[in-house]
């Protein structure tokens, strides 16, 4: 146990490439937050154009179910864009420097 002692205590410990870590971390974040938004922005898209079709061509069952599926195309935006706006946002305001 001494001789663990003596080697943690012999050998310094220095935080000098912390900042590289998280500012790579960083990167990695925001980097996979804009390839996810891209897809979500298709599916707002494709799924916000099914329901315009659906209101054009649409029986009146078909554009009442439309009207229910908005609601959801909304929530379901601000869920998935909302953190990644968010988190992008916090990633470039927040320096990493040492």
């Known amino acids: 146990m001494d001789n663990l002692i003596s080697k943690i ?49 649409g029986s009146d069952r078909a554009k009442q179910i439309a009207k229910e599926k908005i609601p959801h195309i909304i929530i379901g935006t601000l869920l998935c864009l909302g953190p990644t706006i968010i988190a992008q946002a916090l990633t470039t305001t927040l320096a990493f420097t040492s």
């Open 9 to 57: 205590a012999g050998s310094p410990v220095t935080l000098v490439n912390t900042n590289n870590y998280l500012q790579q971390i960083a990167d990695n974040v925001v980097g996979f937050l804009d390839s996810i938004a891209l897809y979500v922005y298709v599916v707002v898209g494709v799924s916000l154009f099914v329901v315009g079709l659906i209101f054009i061509a």
